[in-house]
Each structure stands twice: as structure tokens, then as C-alpha cells.
């Protein structure tokens, strides 16, 4: 029996025995007559034990005024079943070989060149479709014009393209290819200018002959009979890539034949790479004068030349341990 109903049951009594109020005489039982404040105490305490009984019924149910112990801890017995996540196929990630990334890069760069060549001769049309006068006048500005390209350029590819190489050069070509377009339209503009005033002033010589110029090149600006000049240039081109082939024949030369046979594919990938780099180059800042192009492509190979010597040492001394 719970305590609620002990409760309960013990106002009921006392109820009962403030109702009766008087005494009774039944063979052994014998209860006195109750009155005056005894008779009150009565009907107020069965009151509150019967509100009491409820109350603990309701709140405190299984509560037993003479509970079973039990000395064996109750099994913890989860609320909920365990959540079994569904089996999930792993699937891996597929990275791109890296020589993929490497054509991926090479074709940006071959795209970003062609179109600055198709930049090149669209403001070379417009610069060889005025008057040498009208040329003469824009050069110093054209000039500073193309060494501010080739800084800006340079700054934007190096800062977007810190490590590989290939695609900073890609970068540095589309960053020219767009300056060309708007320098292309402001020339036009200044031509007309220019023009305009002029007219103005006396009519344009008949008898002048333009001549064509590659706007893109400073050398190729400022280039007017300097054969000699050239010649001495494609020389001394010639004789700093002798000596830079020299010096990675030599490191080449100085290893094993095993490990030149391991370094070979490589090396033969290097060389054809050093001269279609070169020769995209060349032809992009000397597209008109031959002889600026391979002076230009000689020296660029040879600056390619020494830092694949330094690679060339390290790798071999890495065999070699």
C-alpha cells in the first residue's frame, strides 16, 4: 500500500469518528463520545489527510510505505535505439595527373598568345594607317606606353601565378592582349585628334610614304638603319648561349650514363619546350624584324639555359646519394 492511500484511508476514519461524535459500546470495542474542540480536531484532520492522500496518489504513485529493495542495479537500457548509420560507398576523389595540369597550362598560354598576336595587328593597323609625321609625334608616348604594359603585366601574372610559370606567362599575355585592345581605341582617338588639328593647319604631304612599323616592339620603333647595331647584337646573342650550353653540357657530361639515361626524357622534353618558349617570344616582340627575333630567341634561351643547369646539379647530386 502506498503512502497516498494510507493517508487517504486514515482521513476517511477520522472523518467517520467526527461524524459519530458520540461514544460507543459494542462488546470489546468501546469509543468514548467526542465533542467540542476534539470533535473539530477530528473533522479537520480527516480534511487534510485526505487531501493529502490524494495529492501524494497522484504525485508519488509507486512510492510504497513498504517497498521491496532490490540490491541489483537496474541495466541501462538506452531511450532510443542506437542510430546504425547506413553503409555509404567511399568515393575517392579523382585528382588530375599532373602532366595533365601541364598540357592544361601550355594550351592556356598557346591560346593567350594567339590572341595578343591578333591584338598586336589590330593596333599595328591602326599605327601604320596614319602618317609618319603623326607617328613620330605618338612615340615617346607609345614607348613608355609598352614598358608600363610589360611592368603592369609582369606584376599581375607573378602576383596571380606565383609558382608555376607556365600559366604565370599565360596571365601576363591575356593581361596584354586586353591593355593593347584599350590602348588601340585611345589611339585611334589621338590619331584623329591629331589629324583634325593638323588640317587646320596645311594639307598633309601627297608624296609621303608610310612606313609600316610594329607598334608593339620598342626595338622595332626605334630601329632605323642600324644594321650594323643588329648584327653586333645577334652575336654576342650567339656567344651567351654557347657559353650557357657549355656549361650544362659540362654537369651533363660529368655524370654517370645511367643517370643521364634516367634524365634523358626529361631533358629531351626540356630542350623542345626551350625552344618553342623562345620562339612564341621572339615572335611576339619582334614579329617583323628577323634579326631582333633570333637575337631576342638566342638570349632567351640562354636565360633558360642556366637555371635548368643549377635543376640539372641538384637532381643529379640526389641520384648520386
Known amino acids: 500500500m502506498s503512502i497516498g492511500e494510507v493517508s487517504f484511508f486514515t482521513g476517511i476514519l477520522l472523518f467517520f469518528i467526527g461524524i459519530i461524535g458520540g461514544g460507543i459500546d459494542i462488546k470489546e470495542i468501546k469509543i468514548p463520545q467526542i465533542t467540542g474542540a476534539s470533535r473539530y480536531a477530528c473533522f479537520i484532520g480527516s480534511i487534510l489527510f485526505l487531501a493529502m492522500g490524494l495529492y501524494l496518489k497522484h504525485e508519488l504513485p509507486n512510492i510504497s510505505i513498504n517497498p521491496t529493495v532490490s540490491n541489483t542495479p537496474a541495466p541501462d537500457v538506452p531511450a532510443t535505439a542506437p542510430v546504425v548509420p547506413a553503409q555509404q560507398t567511399v568515393v575517392p576523389v579523382n585528382v588530375p595527373p599532373e602532366n595533365a595540369e601541364s598540357d592544361k597550362a601550355i594550351a592556356a598560354k598557346n591560346q593567350a598568345l594567339v590572341q595578343l598576336n591578333e591584338a598586336n595587328k589590330r593596333i599595328n593597323g591602326v599605327w601604320n594607317g596614319t602618317t609618319q609625321e603623326i607617328r613620330n609625334t605618338l612615340l615617346p608616348e607609345q614607348t613608355q606606353w609598352l614598358k608600363q604594359r610589360e611592368e603592369d603585366c609582369a606584376l599581375q601574372a607573378s602576383t596571380e601565378q606565383p609558382v608555376d610559370t607556365v600559366m604565370q606567362e599565360a596571365v601576363k599575355l591575356n593581361c596584354m592582349t586586353t591593355m593593347n585592345d584599350h590602348r588601340t581605341e585611345e589611339l585611334k582617338q589621338k590619331i584623329a585628334d591629331i589629324t583634325q588639328a593638323k588640317s587646320t593647319d596645311s594639307k598633309p604631304s601627297e608624296t609621303e610614304t608610310p612606313k609600316n612599323q610594329d607598334i608593339n ?105
Not at 626605334?222 to 656567344?239: F, G, M, R, W, Y
Not at 657549355?246 to 619546350?273: C, F, M
Not at 643549377?310 to 643529379?316: G, M
Open 217 to 321: 616592339s620598342i626595338a622595332s620603333i626605334n630601329a632605323s638603319s642600324i644594321s650594323d647595331v643588329q648584327t653586333a647584337e645577334l652575336n654576342k646573342a650567339k656567344s651567351q648561349l654557347d657559353e650557357a650550353n657549355k656549361r650544362i653540357n659540362s654537369v651533363w657530361n660529368a655524370t654517370t650514363q645511367e643517370i643521364r639515361n634516367t634524365l634523358l626524357p626529361e631533358q629531351t622534353q626540356w630542350l623542345k619546350q626551350r625552344e618553342e618558349d623562345c620562339s612564341l617570344k621572339a615572335e611576339n616582340e619582334q614579329p617583323v624584324d628577323q634579326v631582333m627575333q633570333e637575337t631576342f630567341k638566342l638570349n632567351c634561351m640562354a636565360t633558360m639555359t642556366d637555371p635548368r643547369t643549377e635543376e640539372l646539379k641538384q637532381k643529379i647530386d640526389a641520384m648520386t646519394q
